[in-house]
């Protein structure tokens, strides 16, 4: 099969390939025990939403070349412990960004009203649908394939399995605003993908660390990584086309304490109001609010 993939797919690659074997080259129990801040920074939140989900989407890719360059040969038990404790925290970082993505497809694209504005360019690759496309899963597949080929901790017994499965096209990067809604919940996806195969410290065993179970496990993680890597550059992309617009740029640098002070407030208005006509039932804008009020107070 034939795969459409960019320039900026194969450069992603390259450097979470070179990310991951400079941790690998120096693995060892003392610096794999040492864990960063995670809890901080997901607590902050006198920062915009943009700002956070950086620092976020930057604390995945580190915390995912860190958990995954364990040495095989220097694995004991104290070193599977530890992975699970980081496949943990990554968790947490993905249920932060699928909470900021949330908001982002909902309230804050609808106060924005992204559907009037237009921007030059195209998507490719971007399908409006509410899984993967058969095309993008065959990317996935193709970029597994290439980190298997350039990570010095993943087993290169299996590059056969996937070696037949791609021939590569290279094609030109663009992007649209009216984009934004299909790129974000792509990434939302992605996100779910990505939290569904990293297990609770519980059920990370041996049997997962073992070959080739392990490659193709950390293979099919770091692809979803990349693929959503690619969709965090587009929705950058426009963001910072977007600020160029005075209001825009006002409500993107909002900060996440403001927000949830701001829902909070509309929500005790609503409630008082929906009190006065309907006891105990909320009315469709009500809902909707309090759907966005509850995403909002989790970034």
Not at 17 to 29: C, E, I, Q, T
Not at 200 to 223: D, G, M, N, Q, Y
């Amino acid at each position: 099969m034939r795969v459409a993939i960019t320039k900026n797919h194969l450069s992603l690659s390259n450097r979470l390939a070179k990310d991951l074997n400079k941790v690998s080259s120096k693995f060892g129990s003392s610096n794999y025990s040492k864990f960063g801040a995670i809890e901080r920074i997901l607590l902050k939140n006198d920062i915009s939403i943009e700002k956070k989900k950086r620092i976020l989407a930057k604390e995945l890719h580190d915390g995912m070349a860190k958990a995954f360059s364990v040495s095989k040969k220097k694995l004991n038990k104290a070193a599977i412990g530890l992975l699970g404790q980081r496949l943990s925290g990554l968790r947490s970082v993905i249920m932060k960004l699928r909470s900021i993505n949330h908001y982002l497809e909902t309230a804050f694209i609808e106060d924005l009203k992204v559907s009037k504005l237009t921007l030059d360019g195209s998507t490719p690759g971007l399908i409006k649908q509410d899984d993967l496309g058969r095309d993008e899963l065959e990317l996935l597949e193709c970029m597994a394939f290439k980190m298997i080929e350039k990570a010095a901790s993943l087993d290169k017994r299996v590059l056969g399995e996937y070696g037949k499965k791609a021939k590569v096209v290279s094609i030109k990067e663009g992007t649209e605003l009216k984009g934004l809604g299909i790129i974000l919940r792509k990434e939302t996806i992605l996100l779910e993908h990505l939290e569904s195969k990293l297990p609770p410290p519980k059920l990370v065993t041996r049997s997962l660390v073992t070959e080739p179970s392990f490659t193709h496990w950390a293979a099919r993680i770091f692809a979803l990584l990349l693929q959503f890597e690619w969709l965090y550059g587009k929705e950058s992309l426009i963001f910072s086309r977007l600020k160029k617009n005075r209001l825009i740029r006002a409500r993107i640098n909002k900060k996440i304490k403001h927000l949830v002070n701001e829902r909070a407030k509309l929500m005790m208005i609503m409630q008082e109001k929906a009190e006065s006509i309907r006891k105990f039932r909320f009315n469709d804008g009500m809902k909707k609010e309090l759907r966005n009020f509850t995403a909002t107070i989790n970034l």
